[in-house]
């Protein structure tokens, strides 16, 4: 499956936006691919994205979507350091492995 092009779901008011800006900004660049911002998309989360335990979609959450069509979560919670901050290298990395292993 190739990768066509990274979505972020986010809102401008949550705590890890700009987090979630930053490694979609660079995979971006990183691995050539296009990239799309939807703010608070609800029905898009609903029908792609991770829900919590209320079965409610949450914000952010980073999606692939393949030349297919397909549209995949990759990053949907960041993890955090020892020092409880959201560690963005993981995240990141996280991300690119599920592309790699992607189809």
Same mark, same amino acid.
């Not at 700009?18 to 609903?46: G, H, P, Q, R, T």
């Not at 991770?50 to 990759?74: N, R, S, V």
């Given at each position: 499956? $190739? #990768?066509k092009k990274l979505i972020l779901v986010?809102?401008?008011?949550?705590?890890?936006?700009?987090?979630?800006?930053?490694?979609?900004?660079?995979?971006?660049?990183?691995?050539?691919?296009?990239?799309?911002?939807?703010?608070?998309?609800? #029905?898009?989360? #609903?029908?792609?994205?991770?829900?919590?335990?209320?079965?409610?979609?949450?914000?952010?959450?980073?999606?692939?979507?393949?030349?297919?069509?397909?549209?995949?979560?990759?990053? $949907?919670?960041?993890?955090?350091?020892?020092?409880?901050?959201?560690?963005?290298?993981?995240?990141?990395?996280?991300a690119i492995k599920k592309i790699k292993?992607?189809?």
């Amino acid at each position: 499956m $190739t #990768a066509k092009k990274l979505i972020l779901v986010t809102s401008e008011s949550h705590p890890l936006h700009k987090v979630f800006m930053e490694i979609v900004d660079e995979l971006s660049k990183e691995l050539n691919l296009e990239k799309e911002i939807k703010m608070e998309d609800y #029905a898009f989360l #609903a029908d792609y994205g991770e829900k919590d335990e209320f079965d409610m979609p949450f914000l952010p959450q980073l999606f692939i979507q393949t030349a297919d069509g397909k549209i995949t979560p990759i990053l $949907t919670k960041i993890p955090f350091d020892a020092s409880l901050k959201p560690d963005k290298k993981s995240g990141k990395e996280e991300a690119i492995k599920k592309i790699k292993n992607l189809g």
